[in-house]
Nanobody, 123 residues
Framework: QVQLVESGGGLVQAGGSLRLSCAASGRTFSIATMAWFRQVPGQEREFVAASSWRYGPTYYADSVKGRFTISRDNARITAYLQMNGLKPEDTAVYYC????????????????WGQGTQVTVSS
């Protein structure tokens, strides 16, 4: 099993920045890909970014390209999502996800999920 714990969410004004962290523990050797998704109440969970340090390229949703960056600290087995130029429409609960598969933007391809962290962007 893998456990994921997100942190770093909060309230920020439009145009501001936040950095989310996702700390992995447990059977971390099995992780090939880590990703970030987000969800607004009443809507489906939406892909944000994903990166595999074992298989393939890094993907970003069109809505965040050029503003968000996914990265990883190998020593601490932590993934990050640097979010710059935040917009009110970025307001959501952000979830970290992990899998032993190739990079994917499908929710169903991820086996492990964090509890989520709220990001609120005021206009």
């Amino acid at each position: 099993q893998v456990q994921l714990v997100e942190s770093g969410g909060g309230l920020v004004q439009a145009g501001g920045s936040l950095r989310l962290s996702c700390a992995a523990s447990g059977r971390t050797f099995s992780i090939a890909t880590m990703a970030w998704f987000r969800q607004v109440p009443g809507q489906e969970r939406e892909f944000v970014a994903a990166s595999s340090w074992r298989y393939g390229p890094t993907y970003y949703a069109d809505s965040v390209k050029g503003r968000f960056t996914i990265s990883r600290d190998n020593a601490r087995i932590t993934a990050y999502l640097q979010m710059n130029g935040l917009k009110p429409e970025d307001t959501a609960v952000y979830y970290c996800a992990a899998s032993n598969r190739r990079t994917s933007w499908w929710v169903s391809d991820y086996d492990y999920w964090g509890q989520g962290t709220q990001v609120t962007v005021s206009s």
